[in-house]
Nanobody, 129 residues
Framework: QVQLVESGGGLVQDGGSLRLSCAASGRSFGTYDMGWFRQAPGKDRDFVAAITGISRWGGSSTRYVDSVKGRFTISRDNAKNIVYLQMNSLKPEDTAVYYC??????????????????WGQGTQVTVSS
């Protein structure tokens, strides 16, 4: 069983920055693929970013939705069981509840929320214009 707790959301002005954190339980955290998704009012939960678990070469790879490339950075600290989402140059259209998710199973389509078997409770990010 994996528990995920997001933090770091809040209200920020257009062009500002926030760093979200997701603290995870689980003794095999380093092997989990981790993702960030977001959901705006009345809309579906959409992919934002993902970072893979430990690979055979000892590192992780990242994925981003086109709309956040160059602005958001996903990273992880496996010693602390934390995944981060650094968000810069925030725009009003980034306003949403942001969710952390873990895939403890086989690799797949990281853009698909159905890949992930554990989810956090979400943290609100609001960007004012």
């Amino acid at each position: 069983q994996v528990q995920l707790v997001e933090s770091g959301g809040g209200l920020v002005q257009d062009g500002g920055s926030l760093r979200l954190s997701c603290a995870a339980s689980g003794r095999s955290f380093g092997t989990y693929d981790m993702g960030w998704f977001r959901q705006a009012p009345g809309k579906d939960r959409d992919f934002v970013a993902a970072i893979t678990g430990i690979s055979r070469w000892g590192g992780s790879s990242t994925r981003y939705v086109d709309s956040v490339k160059g602005r958001f950075t996903i990273s992880r600290d496996n010693a602390k069981n934390i995944v981060y989402l650094q968000m810069n140059s925030l725009k009003p259209e980034d306003t949403a509840v942001y969710y952390c998710a873990a895939n403890t199973g086989a690799p797949g389509n990281y853009y698909n929320p159905r890949l992930y078997d554990y989810w956090g409770q979400g943290t609100q990010v609001t960007v004012s214009s």
